[in-house]
């Protein structure tokens, strides 16, 4: 899951980004609102957090500008202004969660599930493909009672598939996904983790196949027999 954090505050910005990142989510880093503005032209996140007091611009400022641009991406906010005034002007100019500050770590990691969840259309946590189960707070995919074992690229990739309900997902949309413009390898490198997703899944028992490909477009998974379950 790739998130865009915008605060201006290093300090907790680093300390975000290694809580983030130490339950899975990819972060970039931004500290003022014009970065921002660029950064959401030039990749796809599934949220954003951000800050209110920006050095540039306003955090509702940011916000207006992003929701003029007419994304949907989902937008959490950081704010230490406890008044219900500046929560609701937030909330009407398009911000889908507003948490003070100081907050709880494990409070914020939840927010931001539900967030990117109901973005993708899911009311729960626990998706179902026919015998196979992923469980997007746990991180971990299984097949009846047989947990499938995947490296972190591969639950990346399996994960954005799941999300996107049966949508193609393009090659560049992964690459973009898993490295984050960094140190991208061959797009080819994509058609082995699929090969590899499919080989680990098959091999743990599951009895539809739940990745198609879609010629000359990308991926996305069958979902037939999909179901949401608490």
């Known amino acids: 899951m790739r998130i865009l954090l915008i605060e201006d505050d290093v300090l907790l910005a680093q300390s975000l ?7 899975g989510f990819q972060v970039d880093e931004a500290d003022c609102g014009e970065d921002r503005l660029e950064l959401a032209k030039l990749y796809e996140y599934q949220v954003m957090i951000l800050d209110l007091g920006l050095p540039d611009m306003r955090g509702d400022e940011v916000l207006q500008n992003l929701r003029q641009q007419n994304t949907d991406m ?3 906010i950081l704010s230490g202004d ?15 969660d507003y948490l003070i500050k100081p907050f709880n770590m494990e409070e914020l990691v939840a927010r ?10 899911h009311a ?49 949309s992964f690459l973009d996904h898993l490295y984050g413009g960094m140190d991208e390898p061959e797009m080819k490198i994509i058609d ?3 090969c590899k997703l499919r080989k680990k899944i ?29």
Request: charged residues 25%; hydrophobic residues 35%; contains cysteine.
């Open 74 to 76: 989902p937008v959490l």
């Open 17 to 23: 980004t290694d809580a983030l990142e130490a339950e």
């Open 112 to 121: 931001l599930q539900a967030l990117v969840r109901r973005a993708n259309g």
């Open 124 to 172: 729960q946590n626990v998706l179902q493909f026919g015998d196979l189960t992923l469980n997007l707070t746990a991180r971990d995919v299984s097949v009846g009672d047989t947990r499938v074992e995947l490296t972190s690229k591969e639950y990346q990739m399996f994960e954005l598939l799941c999300l996107r309900k049966g949508n193609v997902v393009s090659k560049e």
């Open 192 to 194: 082995v983790f699929n």
């Open 202 to 230: 098959e091999k743990s028992g599951a009895s539809t196949p739940l990745i198609q490909t879609v010629w000359g477009r990308g991926y996305r998974v069958n979902t037939d027999e999909m179901q949401c379950s608490a």
């Open 82 to 96: 406890t008044q219900v005034e500046s929560r609701l002007s937030c909330l009407h100019k398009g911000a889908d």
